[in-house]
């Protein structure tokens, strides 16, 4: 059967995709996180692999991962039509979650990575103990590194947020 998309439109509509099923996840994590009371962070602050939750107190990074496009080992599948094509893919993008979690560390973050199924109801309350104890021991253990008043831009943020989202965030 030939293929209707070109490959450029192919990765346009994975696009979309890929974006509608994180964003599902994201909006799940962020009210977890409300409803659970744990605060300091913030959403898409621009950082090194644009991680999708910052607390840039504690130094952790949370990354929510769609099942699908990241490649979860339980629910990762491949599509039947240009296995090639989609198995390069996922290995790219395992490829890149891998590069970027291994440079966060090295600057001093933590780094968590979510599966959209750890949110689960029978699963989110483990999810939320990883977090919570994260969220203490980045920040014991930052503390006599960094101490009072010693976070700046530069050791905080890999890359300064760009003019549009500083202005969107002090807006708010
Ligand atoms: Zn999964």
Same mark, same amino acid.
């Given at each position: 059967m030939p293929d209707v998309f070109t490959t450029?439109?192919?990765?346009?509509?994975m696009a979309g995709i890929r974006s509608k099923g994180n964003k599902e996840t994201e909006l799940r994590m962020m009210a977890l996180l409300k409803a659970n009371g744990i605060t300091g962070w913030r959403r898409h602050w621009p950082l090194l692999g644009k991680p999708d939750f910052v607390f840039r107190k504690e130094r952790v990074v949370i990354f929510v991962d769609g099942c699908f496009w990241h490649g979860c080992p339980q629910h990762g599948r491949r599509p039947g039509q240009n296995r090639e094509y989609w198995d390069a893919k996922m290995l790219r993008n395992k490829k890149r979650d891998r590069d970027v979690t291994r440079e966060l &560390?090295?600057?001093g973050w933590k780094v968590l990575r979510v599966w959209a199924h750890d949110l689960t109801r029978?699963?989110?309350? &483990?999810?939320l103990a990883k977090i919570r104890r994260s969220l203490e021991t980045q920040a014991t253990s930052n503390a006599p590194i960094l101490g009072f008043g010693h976070l700046t831009a530069d050791t905080v943020l890999a890359l300064p947020p760009p003019p549009s989202v500083r202005h969107a965030r002090l807006g708010r």
């Open positions: 450029e439109q192919r990765s346009l509509v &560390r090295k600057r029978a699963r989110r309350a &483990r999810c």
